[in-house]
């Protein structure tokens, strides 16, 4: 408790409580309590556990399926049951490994596995009893949950065909490894103020997103005394959730030698800053540069100041086109005759057959490895180029699509109140579905399209990066009330890159396809020679998208404020 004066006892501040639980215990060092609760039931389990100390472990409770409507406080109501996510750093999978995450999903999850948009995969339905199953299963075969949530360092993220791809700078994979190793259940990491993102790539589309990580590397060359060097270039502050920021750029070439070092002294940096725990709702680093002026050149001193190197200033060059950054597709890679077959997983939902076939596929063709996107899709690797259209037969077979439309290529969805206790609308039956719509009612359209839907305002679906953005909310409408979604336009990435405009739009969820079918026959009517979606939303009004939306003229609606702390669906 803080002294409020004159004898009052003031209540603990949710930051005041989350500061005052890590000092007590890192949840890291804490396992045998954990299989304690396993051994007594459910019922043992302490609420510092079940509603804190389990997120450094990967692990959340989960939500009733009424999601934040159904509880109180802003938060919805927690059943019996848990949720967790399993780190894969770069994204890297064996298939033995995921042999093992498809008998751990059948055994222990109901069937159910979602690719997470940080690489990670998400199980859910967990008992107390089976976590600790769970982990010693993980442990055995190189993988953990830890660091999957928390204040901490989030599951590393990089290019899936780091190593692979021809047209990459550098294979910057072993590097995302390091850094996993280094700061993941490393002690002197287990008390950040939140949650702390990390990208490390050298492709040349930026196909991790650094513009929306806390630390971004990408590969950047540079010619220095006549001779060529590859190294990184850096951007830090980024993040999406309720207000959004893409990462500013520092003014500097990072030599390879030096980027661990940068990386971590970043993260020191930010361990360091206590005016970012007095408020849970803007303690990330971008608050730093929003709110505390902070800017590229103080951070640039300050990392330098840490390692004791002084960086050579270094213009970027050329930032990633607008293209398609998910390696969908079969393609031929660096290794010569071998190839990657891009699998696209509508929302990143697999059950343990499909994940079992991957893993055999990826044995029987390939030398049983894969790879997970932060696009919730699947890439199997070095696979004989002869042998691709069998793979791609087998994977036709499963359910799965290897030459997606732009619909189901581009759409992208969080956990929604199916599982998640903040959420406001359901997901991922609704993505499926408005996939199933808009194939039907474009089946011309031929633009690269992001289609993200998010079940609340904080953004886990990413829905401030994409084309057109969906965020969950509930409207009256014949006198019921519905699932119902808030439209931003415009957002992306890249050449183009841009937070998504609030355009004052919502329609009920059964009415979005007929509003995207006129919004998207609007820009195809009006485009200019070569247009693109990305130029054409940038030009056109606020006033005039909306318009194509509804059908008609109408007033603005206001966005609704954020439910409150970012929720559990999302990498």
């Known amino acids: 408790m803080v002294k409020a004066g004159a004898g009052v006892a003031a209540k603990e501040t949710k930051a005041q409580r989350s500061e005052r639980l890590k000092l007590e ?55 019996e049951y848990f949720m967790m996510r399993i780190g894969l750093p770069n994204g890297l999978l064996t298939a033995k490994q995921l042999h093992t995450i498809a008998d751990i999903t059948e055994k222990y999850a109901r069937g159910v596995a979602d690719i997470t948009t940080r690489q990670n995969i998400q199980l859910h339905w967990l008992t107390i009893e089976a976590l600790p199953e769970i982990v010693d299963a993980l442990t055995a075969i190189g993988l953990s949950p830890k660091g999957a949530c928390g204040d901490v360092v989030r599951n590393v993220t990089g290019c ?110 930010f361990r360091e800053q206590d005016v970012l725990r007095e408020s849970r709702t803007h303690a990330r680093l971008k608050y730093l540069f929003m709110r505390h002026g902070w800017t590229a050149e103080t951070m640039l001193a300050a990392i330098e100041e840490k390692i004791g190197f002084t960086f050579d200033a270094c213009d970027e060059g050329s930032i ?53 996107t932060i696009g919730q899709n699947i890439v199997l690797v070095n696979i004989p180029s002869a042998k691709t259209a069998e793979v791609v037969e087998k994977i036709a077979a499963l359910g799965l699509e ?98 998504a405009r609030q355009i004052g739009y919502r329609a009920a969820a059964e009415d979005c396809p007929e509003a995207i079918e006129r919004l998207l026959r609007g820009y195809l009517k009006g485009r200019g020679d070569g247009e693109n979606l990305r130029a054409y939303f940038r030009r056109t009004s606020d006033e005039d998208l909306r318009t194509l939306l509804a059908g008609g003229v109408v007033e603005a609606v206001e966005r609704d404020p954020s439910p409150g702390r970012v929720p559990t669906n999302v990498g």
Request: one cysteine or more; aromatic letters at 10%.
């Open 402 to 499: 290897v030459q997606p439309n732009v619909f189901y290529r581009g759409a992208v969805a969080c956990t929604g109140t199916e599982f998640c206790k903040l959420a406001i609308a359901e997901t991922k039956g609704f993505a499926k579905w408005l996939v199933g719509e808009m194939e039907e009612r474009l089946p011309e359209f031929d633009q690269q399209l992001r289609l993200h839907v998010t079940g609340c305002t904080n953004s886990c679906g990413q829905s401030w990066i994409a084309d057109i953005g969906l965020e969950g909310k509930k409207l009256k409408k014949d006198g019921k009330m519905v699932d119902a979604f808030y439209f931003c336009v415009g957002g992306a990435v890249g050449e183009y890159a841009g937070i």
């Open 160 to 269: 899936p065909l780091a190593g692979l791809d021809g047209h990459e700078l550098l294979d910057a994979s072993p590097l995302a490894v390091e850094v996993a190793e280094l700061l993941t259940a490393n002690p002197e990491f287990y008390n950040l103020p939140r949650k702390f993102k990390i990208s490390v790539t050298g492709c040349p589309i930026w196909c991790s997103y650094p513009e929306i990580n806390d630390v971004g590397l990408t590969g950047l060359k540079r010619v220095k005394d006549g001779k060529e060097e590859v190294g990184y270039s850096l951007r830090v502050g980024g993040g999406l959730s309720a207000e959004p920021h893409l990462a500013v750029r520092l003014n500097a070439f990072v030599p390879q030698d030096k980027a661990l070092a940068a990386v971590k002294a970043v993260c020191t940096i």
């Open 25 to 79: 215990k890192n949840p890291w060092a804490a396992w045998d309590e954990v299989r304690t609760f396993a051994r007594e039931g459910r019922g043992s389990v302490l609420p510092e556990w079940a509603e804190f100390y389990f997120k450094w472990w990967g692990v959340y409770t989960q939500g009733d399926g009424a999601g934040v409507t159904g509880g109180v406080g802003g938060v919805g109501k927690a059943t």
């Open 320 to 372: 990633a086109e607008d293209v398609y950054r998910d390696h969908v597709g079969v393609h031929a890679q660096r290794q010569e005759g071998l190839s990657y077959v891009g699998v696209t997983v509508l929302n990143g939902r697999l059950d343990p057959a499909q994940l079992h076939a991957l893993a055999t596929l990826s044995e029987e063709y390939g030398d049983g490895h894969l790879r997970a």
